[in-house]
């Protein structure tokens, strides 16, 4: 394993994934500023506490490998929503953050937009009421079809990720959002999904099941000037980090 990867260019997103497991690793805390730890200090839930700094870890890890900034030296603002912005590199970069139980994931494009989430499906929530209130009607006819509990919970959280990772590419808020507007269509053999009433604007989309139980869902789009590219072709590459050995394993590619 090394610190490489192919070129961040236009129509290809990169997403880094970070166990969430043990005890946060003093690699991991090098790669923390003094007001994150601050921050982190005044949560009261130790598995929060856990989850919080070891994702902005690899968010500052991640993003220092395309800017070349130093991990700490990395400067952030919020939009007025609350999404992230990097305003110290040189370049252009979208970038967005997430993590689950056991697993947090930064995904990172060269221009435009993206957004990933990572849920686990043995979650305790009453997927029912959620479905009722956020999907569209055809996602809620589908799940109401499926007659095995746990066939429903893996179907409702790949509409859930996929739902969650578009509103945070736009840099929008769960209740700012009309998700109900908006249905995913049921996958085949797990290919990337398809937006119903987006699709023309250019997002492209990628949902992958893993460690059994969870769900990464990816949404990307393109700069605006090249949102008319309706052929274009999302390259999706997936890498595990190692923060002991500052080292990455490829995963796994897909294309949308």
């Given at each position: 394993?090394?610190?490489?990867?192919?070129?961040?260019?236009?129509?290809?997103?990169?997403?880094w994934l970070?166990?969430?497991?043990?005890?946060l690793?003093?690699?991991?805390?090098?790669y923390?500023?003094?007001?994150?730890k601050?921050?982190?200090?005044?949560m009261?839930?130790?598995q929060?506490?856990?989850?919080?700094?070891?994702s902005?870890?690899?968010?500052?890890?991640c993003?220092?490998?395309?800017?070349?900034?130093?991990p700490?030296?990395?400067?952030?603002e919020?939009?007025?929503a609350?999404?992230?912005?990097?305003i110290n590199?040189a370049s252009?970069i979208?970038f967005?953050?997430?993590?689950g139980?056991?697993w947090?994931?930064?995904?990172?494009?060269?221009a435009g937009?993206v957004g990933?989430?990572?849920?686990?499906?043995?979650?305790?929530n009453?997927?029912d009421d959620?479905?009722a209130?956020?999907f569209h009607?055809?996602?809620?006819?589908?799940?109401?079809a499926i007659?095995?509990e746990?066939?429903?919970r893996?179907?409702?959280?790949?509409?859930?990720t996929?739902?969650e990772?578009?509103?945070k590419?736009?840099g929008e808020t769960?209740?700012?959002?009309?998700?109900q507007?908006?249905a995913?269509?049921?996958?085949?053999?797990?290919?990337?999904?398809t937006l119903?009433?987006?699709?023309?604007?250019?997002?492209?989309f990628?949902?992958?099941?893993?460690?059994?139980?969870?769900?990464?869902?990816?949404?990307?789009?393109c700069?605006?000037?090249?949102?008319?590219d309706?052929?274009a072709?999302?390259?999706y590459?997936?890498w595990?980090?190692?923060?002991?050995?500052n080292?990455?394993?490829?995963l796994?590619?897909?294309?949308?």
């Amino acid at each position: 394993m090394s610190l490489a990867t192919p070129p961040l260019t236009e129509h290809v997103v990169h997403a880094w994934l970070l166990p969430l497991s043990g005890e946060l690793s003093t690699a991991l805390l090098a790669y923390i500023t003094p007001e994150e730890k601050n921050r982190a200090a005044t949560m009261q839930s130790e598995q929060r506490k856990k989850e919080w700094l070891a994702s902005r870890a690899l968010l500052r890890v991640c993003l220092s490998h395309y800017t070349g900034i130093s991990p700490v030296d990395l400067r952030f603002e919020k939009t007025e929503a609350g999404k992230p912005i990097l305003i110290n590199a040189a370049s252009e970069i979208a970038f967005n953050l997430s993590h689950g139980p056991r697993w947090a994931v930064c995904a990172v494009a060269a221009a435009g937009d993206v957004g990933v989430d990572v849920d686990c499906e043995t979650r305790r929530n009453r997927i029912d009421d959620i479905a009722a209130q956020y999907f569209h009607a055809q996602e809620q006819t589908v799940l109401v079809a499926i007659q095995d509990e746990h066939a429903r919970r893996r179907a409702f959280f790949r509409y859930w990720t996929l739902k969650e990772a578009y509103i945070k590419a736009k840099g929008e808020t769960l209740n700012g959002t009309r998700l109900q507007e908006y249905a995913f269509l049921p996958s085949v053999h797990q290919q990337p999904a398809t937006l119903l009433n987006a699709t023309s604007d250019g997002w492209r989309f990628a949902h992958r099941r893993f460690d059994d139980d969870h769900h990464l869902a990816l949404a990307s789009k393109c700069a605006e000037s090249n949102t008319d590219d309706s052929g274009a072709v999302m390259q999706y590459s997936f890498w595990q980090w190692d923060p002991v050995l500052n080292a990455l394993q490829t995963l796994t590619t897909c294309e949308s």
